[in-house]
């Protein structure tokens, strides 16, 4: 029997990025009220270079929580074909896919991705998410979280307070909830770190639609570069050296110094953001409170190198979960725990699976004395083995396949 009163309170969100706004959707689809709770200002612009691929399991989950979401973000991303990848300046794999048809099943056109800068993927959310009826309270940084068998009360910094019966926390990587109640971030960071700069196209040019790797680029002391276009543009990520001196690579002023040698003195003048990140890989030590009201998602229970994809894609299929459970939760009490705690096991069991894959990619990416040999000899042999190419190409991003059995079926 649906319980009245929890129905009619709405359940809290906190954290308006794109997997706090997934779950807020996820739940109006359900019919459950939502109040989502963001730290910054209603007109804050997130800096940074972010995620860039929402994959077609994410597309769908979006066209799932929102029809016409999916569709919407698809259609302004950029889904390239062609990818190429090279060995210090010499081509070792190239693939171009026919141009699909988009079939998603179920008769949806759905691309295998879109390709697009964040904060165009929240733009999208956001207005889906007013068209819903999701009410969003801004300035209101949450720093407590209580949760008992009933609800949960959640303060801010400015002593604002909430109460809920749920609380999915999509809070990010420092998520004031998952401090508040304890919980534990669990894994390694990595030694050396990575610069991620986005670049607008110059106007009037036609820059080519295409995924570049290179794996020790002569124009940069033979560090590893990722070239990867969007709409408006394309993103760079610059594997740097443990020893590398502060300051070399990772500023604005450094970047305009070795970005033209990789781009052209055009293209080094449209420079976005510049980012700077180490590989991370950690998972929380629970996805949900001892109570089973407080449900973590996103950032706020897993931290994954950007290699793969695997973060906000993983955040959405957890958000799609989490809202599912709760929806569970309130239609039906007596199945609360059963709906949450298979929630809690199996995102979890997802974001394990991904911190292995992507420690995978981070060996390969940087490797030890054989790795690097093995690496050679892949090159050199690709010309006449393919699979060596092919191996070359695909080990970067770690392992796709996977136990689990999460609603996307891949993060």
Not at 9 to 36: E, S, Y
Not at 101 to 106: E, K, L, R, T, Y
Not at 163 to 185: E, N
Not at 248 to 261: G, H, K, N
Request: one cysteine or more.
């Amino acid at each position: 029997m649906a319980d009245p009163a929890a129905i009619a309170r709405p359940v809290l969100v906190v954290g308006a990025g794109p997997v706090g706004m997934t779950a807020a959707l996820g739940l109006r689809a359900r019919g459950l009220p939502v109040t989502v709770l963001e730290s910054g200002p209603k007109d804050r612009v997130r800096p940074g270079s972010r995620a860039l691929f929402v994959h077609r399991q994410s597309l769908r989950l979006l066209e799932r929580a929102r029809p016409g979401l999916g569709q919407r973000v698809a259609a302004y991303g950029t889904t390239w074909r062609t990818r190429r990848t090279l060995y210090r300046g010499r081509q070792v794999f190239a693939q171009t896919h026919p141009e699909s048809s988009g079939n998603g099943g179920g008769g949806e056109k759905l691309p295998a991705f879109a390709s697009l800068r964040q904060v165009d993927t929240e733009r999208f959310l956001y207005e889906a998410c007013l068209d819903a009826g999701v009410d969003f309270r801004f300035d209101a940084e949450v720093t407590g979280a209580r949760a008992s068998g009933t609800g949960v009360e959640v303060t801010s910094a400015d002593g604002g307070g909430w109460t809920a019966g749920h609380v999915i926390a999509a809070d990010g990587a420092r998520s004031g909830v998952r401090k508040a109640l304890g919980i534990p971030l669990e894994g390694t960071r990595s030694e050396g770190y990575h610069v991620v700069v986005d670049v607008a196209d110059p106007a009037g040019a036609v820059m080519p639609v295409e995924r570049v790797f290179h794996y020790e680029h002569p124009g940069t002391g033979g560090r590893t570069v990722l070239r990867v276009p969007f709409t408006g543009g394309f993103q760079i990520d610059l594997q740097c050296r443990a020893d590398d001196p502060p300051g070399t690579y990772d500023t604005e002023r450094a970047v305009r110094r070795w970005l033209p040698r990789l781009v052209g003195e055009d293209c080094a003048h449209q420079v976005l953001w510049v980012s700077r990140y180490h590989f991370l890989r950690k998972v929380a030590s629970a996805f949900t409170d001892p109570t089973g009201r407080v449900l973590l998602v996103g950032e706020a229970a897993h931290l994954f190198p950007p290699f793969g994809a695997r973060g906000m894609n993983s955040g959405i299929a957890d958000a799609v979960a989490a809202a599912d459970a709760i929806s569970v939760a309130c239609s039906d009490p007596s199945r609360a725990p059963v709906a949450i705690g298979e929630f809690a096991s199996t995102r979890r069991r997802a974001a394990l699976f991904n911190s292995v894959a992507a420690g995978a990619a981070l060996d390969h990416m940087r490797p030890r004395r054989w790795g690097r040999v093995t690496q050679r000899a892949a090159a050199t042999l690709a010309p006449v083995v393919p699979r060596c190419g092919a191996w070359l190409e695909h080990a970067p991003y770690g392992p796709r396949g996977g136990p689990m059995a999460d609603a996307a079926r891949k993060y």
